[in-house]
């Protein structure tokens, strides 16, 4: 079975730039989760959605970062305009409930020049 | 607001041996869920074990238990038998419920090395 598919697996962009993160959730799970880690903050929660709906979005830092679910196997994570700060890497994960282990992609490292 | 404390940064343990990674959380809900990963040094995130806040029987899979003591909300992670390819940091992280709050607090992790 496929798991967590998340792209690109790496981006390197300049202060400024416009960027899309991309992921694709394990079929049949309901909730997608958009979680950053960094050595100074650890691993932290953006956002999640269920049934693709966004529920809690208090750990998006600003109105720089948005995410989008419009389908079951899509999400994706946009950064508008980046900024050096934002440079992290960004995991993706799916679950079939709350209660469930979530499942992470391989994340994508974002660094921002 | 919850916490999950994680107090060895680091830990050096000879082959074979068993290894005890501490967490410690804090929360005032009364249904919540302990979860264990593991992140070698590829970076990839990989599931270990799940405990419950009510379920009476510490968790088990494979080398991995977890020691639940829920009076003292300590929830590690024992390894039996390490080897070397356990070496890779380790995160606690805890679900809670409660007005839709669905995601995982983690702690700051443990950077496990196992030593032949």
New interface residues.
């Given amino acids: 079975d496929a798991g967590v598919i998340q792209s690109p697996r790496h981006e390197v962009t300049e202060m400024g730039q416009e960027v899309t993160l991309r992921c694709k959730p394990i079929s049949g799970h309901d909730?997608l989760?958009w979680?950053r880690q960094t050595m100074m903050r650890?691993?932290?929660?953006l956002i999640?959605f269920?049934n693709n709906v966004p529920?809690?979005d208090s750990?998006m830092p600003e109105d720089r970062f948005s995410a989008k679910m419009p389908n079951a196997s899509f999400s994706t994570l946009k950064i508008q305009p980046s900024e050096p700060r934002d440079s992290a890497?960004y995991?993706c994960?799916s679950s079939v409930h709350?209660?469930?282990?979530?499942?992470?992609g391989?994340?994508t490292?974002l660094t921002v020049t | 607001a919850q916490k999950i404390t994680q107090t060895q940064p680091g830990m050096f343990v000879q082959e074979k041996e068993a290894v005890t990674l501490d967490c410690t959380y804090d929360t005032s809900d009364q249904s919540y869920?302990l979860?264990w990963?593991k992140q070698p040094s590829s970076?990839?995130?990989?599931?270990l074990i799940?405990q419950?806040s009510y379920d009476e029987q510490n968790a088990t899979e494979g080398r991995y238990s977890l020691n639940f003591q829920k009076a003292r909300k300590s929830a590690n992670l024992v390894i039996s038998a390490s080897q070397l390819g356990d070496s890779a940091m380790y995160?606690c992280?805890m679900?809670y419920?409660g007005g839709?709050?669905?995601?995982?607090?983690?702690?700051?992790?443990t950077h496990l090395i196992i030593q032949p």
């Avoid at chain 1, 650890?42 to 929660?45: A, I, K, M, T, V």
């Avoid at chain 1, 709350?98 to 992470?104: G, S």
């Avoid at chain 2, 839709?100 to 992790?109: C, R």
């Fill in positions: 909730y989760f979680y650890g691993l932290e929660l999640y269920n529920i809690d750990g890497v995991f994960a709350p209660t469930n282990e979530q499942y992470f391989p994340g490292r | 869920g979860f990963y970076g990839e995130m990989i599931f799940y419950g995160f992280a679900r419920s839709g709050a669905d995601g995982l607090t983690f702690g700051k992790g």
